[in-house]
């Protein structure tokens, strides 16, 4: 698979930015580093990159569900390549393959797996969005994690992140579905 390095952050949030308490909610986010091997290059055929974030996902998602608290509720995933990348290359990794795995780590989900993907230098934080696997229009459980690399993504490198947490938001007040009058 090409890995530099993996990371595995958990956050835990016992209250919210008001300091009100809340049952702890745990979000996880499983990342690896490796070569792109399209960097510095204009490439039609991305494909190689789709079974190369199945393996990744094997490989990382089954530990980030494993050390939530509880039953794997949200997930998300998102993807940081280096600057002589296109933004495809980023794409690709986490588009169209990557959710088989999660949804077999997660025990499957209806919901589509909300991603994003950017260019930027080492150091540079994103913010992988997390929603409901099964009831996409879950207001409570829309929700973001920050993570980055101090080392990376270096020019010619793709980090990939996975996310899952085991609830929502903290005291969630924003309904179920969107208003449309």
């Known amino acids: 698979m ?16 008001v300091s009100k308490a ?15 091997p399209f960097a510095g290059c204009v490439v039609e055929d991305l494909s190689p990159l789709y079974d190369v974030s199945v393996q990744l996902g094997e490989h990382l998602m089954g530990d980030a569900v494993t050390l939530l608290s509880g039953a794997a509720v949200s997930y998300g995933k998102a ?11 980023g794409g690709s990794i986490i588009r169209p393959k990557l959710g088989k795995p999660m949804l077999a780590a997660v025990g499957g989900g ?19 969005s997390l929603g409901h696997k099964d009831e996409p229009w879950s207001f409570n459980h829309f929700d ?22 085991d609830s929502g938001r903290c005291h969630p007040r924003l309904g179920s579905a969107p208003i449309l009058d």
């Not at 209806?110 to 992988?128: H, R, Y």
């Open 2 to 17: 090409n890995i530099r390095k993996t990371m595995v952050v958990k956050e835990i949030i016992e209250a919210d930015g």
């Open 22 to 36: 809340c049952s702890p909610i745990t979000r996880m986010v499983a990342m690896a580093i490796r070569q792109n």
């Open 79 to 89: 993807a940081i390549v280096g600057i002589t990348s296109d933004l495809e290359h």
């Open 110 to 128: 209806k919901a589509l797996i909300a991603s994003n993907a950017k260019a930027a230098t080492m150091g540079t934080p994103i913010d992988p």
């Open 144 to 165: 973001t994690i920050t993570v980055m690399i101090a080392d990376a993504p270096r020019p010619d490198k793709i980090i990939l992140c996975m996310a899952v947490a």
